[in-house]
């Protein structure tokens, strides 16, 4: 599973930890959005998503998250039938 979050930055008042030390929680306002998570192949490997979706835009950062999820997991598929690659 992939999350998307906002990465705040210096000048975003969600960036003070003390005051939000749950930042990842907090969405509103105008911070890049980033992606963090993993994709785990048939045989227990881990494929590590993660980084910047190059938007400040909410909603198409959740797009973009999971079009990446979905084609992670469209080609992990097809390489097991395919046997495209080897683990
Ligand atoms: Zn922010």
Redesign the pocket.
């Known amino acids: 599973m992939v999350t998307a979050y906002?990465?705040?930055?210096a000048r975003?008042?969600?960036?003070n930890k003390k005051k939000y030390p749950e930042?990842r929680k907090?969405k509103d306002?105008?911070?890049p959005v980033h992606m963090d998570g993993f994709v785990t192949t048939p045989f227990g490997e881990k494929i590590v998503m993660r980084g910047s979706l190059e938007t400040r835009n909410w909603g198409h950062g959740q797009i973009l998250s999971l079009s990446m999820l979905i084609g992670t997991l469209a080609t992990v598929r097809a390489c097991c039938t395919l046997e495209a690659v080897h683990w």
Request: aromatic share 8%.
């Open positions: 906002r990465r705040h930055q975003c008042k969600y960036a930042p907090h306002c105008t911070c």
